[in-house]
């Protein structure tokens, strides 16, 4: 399983960004796609999920009502739109891919892991 992360980039606070990640290497009906992120001295976080087979989401708190997950199973690519950003959301973005039948929010619970993209919101 390869997973390319991309479009992260530099914007003013209440700005947008989509980040895509893109799934090649098999198929993906029966796994879930999560996005985490991981700013700089913190731990990796949770931020949202996606059931590949159904569409089902899950969001962590900070996240709902401004990022919304989804998926294109014709590209293989899951997306993160992400609106009203706040300088606090700036980190480094991670896709990651699981054949688990249930979104979870443990790190060590995804077996593969895209490179990251740099999202940096300004004040």
């Known amino acids: 399983v390869q997973l390319q992360a991309s479009g992260g980039g530099l914007v003013q606070a209440g700005g947008s960004l989509r980040l895509s990640c893109v799934a090649s290497?098999?198929?993906?009906?029966?796994?879930?796609m999560a996005w985490f992120r991981q700013a700089p001295g913190k731990e990796r976080e949770f931020v949202t999920g996606i059931r590949w087979s159904d569409g089902s989401t899950y969001y962590a708190d900070f996240a709902k009502g401004r990022f919304t997950i989804s998926r294109d199973n014709a590209k293989n690519t899951v997306y993160l739109r992400m609106n009203s950003l706040k300088p606090e959301d700036t980190a480094v973005y991670y896709c990651a891919a699981d054949r688990t039948p249930f979104v979870l929010s443990t790190d060590s619970t995804y077996d593969y892991w895209g490179q990251g993209t740099q999202v940096t919101v300004s004040s």
């Open positions: 290497g098999r198929t993906f009906s029966s796994y879930v």
